[in-house]
């Protein structure tokens, strides 16, 4: 995989993780910070490239 890939692939995993977060109990339920620059490309992205990364995350994860 090229850097720029995997750069991509890390950005990613951040995004999902900082966009899954739940809100906290008497905070700002809106607080959660994320990269909006990623979001765009995911929502641009066809369903079938974005399970294949998800997919390809998974895998490497499993296997280490």
């Given at each position: 995989?090229?850097?720029?890939?995997?750069?991509?692939?890390?950005?990613?995993?951040?995004?999902?993780?900082?966009?899954?977060?739940?809100?906290?109990?008497?905070?700002?339920?809106?607080?959660?910070?994320?990269?909006?620059?990623?979001?765009?490309?995911?929502k641009q992205m066809k369903?079938?490239?974005?399970?294949?990364?998800?997919?390809?995350?998974?895998e490497e994860e499993s296997?280490?």
């Open positions: 995989m090229s850097k720029r890939g995997k750069k991509f692939k890390t950005e990613l995993g951040t995004f999902l993780r900082q966009y899954g977060r739940k809100a906290q109990k008497g905070v700002e339920p809106n607080d959660r910070k994320y990269d909006e620059g990623i979001e765009r490309i995911i369903p079938e490239e974005f399970s294949r990364l998800m997919s390809e995350d998974s296997n280490r």
